[in-house]
């Protein structure tokens, strides 16, 4: 049964880097992006607010505690074979102390600029969402 599901996209900054995590990609239904490089976040529950439902995913995927500074004034389509994902992205920083522990969604995570994140194998619009987000920054 395909399905529309809005996901909460988490761009997290410090020092002009960005936190990106490499997927395992073992769901069979999304093969292609297996061992690709994205922005972590993930689905909203029924009933559950979007900035509630990313700062859970955020706690669940990599034991961090995050503020939201900005919406990304843009929401994006990714169809996949099954579902439809609106993604809505958030500019992001985190609070207190950095102790990211991954679940068991991703391989590994690093810090990257967007030079670095342009020459890496991502997610489609990762580079898009980039660009927003360092408008907002600079602004």
Request: hydrophobic share 40%; aromatic share 10%; with cysteine.
């Amino acid at each position: 049964m395909n399905k529309i599901i809005p996901v909460a996209i988490a761009i997290i900054h410090k020092n002009n880097k960005f936190l990106l995590t490499e997927r395992k990609g073992d769901d069979p239904d999304d093969a292609q992006f297996g061992r690709v490089w994205h922005f972590p976040g993930g689905a909203v529950e029924f009933g559950e607010e979007v900035q509630d439902a990313l700062k859970r995913e955020i706690r669940e995927e990599l034991n961090l505690t995050i503020h939201i500074n900005n919406q990304i004034p843009q929401v994006y389509s990714a169809i996949r074979t099954h579902w439809q994902g609106l993604l809505i992205p958030y500019l992001c920083s985190i609070e207190g102390e950095e102790n990211i522990i991954l679940d068991a969604e991703s391989f590994q995570y690093g810090w990257y600029t967007y030079e670095e994140i342009k020459k890496m194998y991502v997610l489609p619009f990762v580079l898009e969402m980039l660009k927003e987000a360092k408008i907002l920054i600079h602004k």
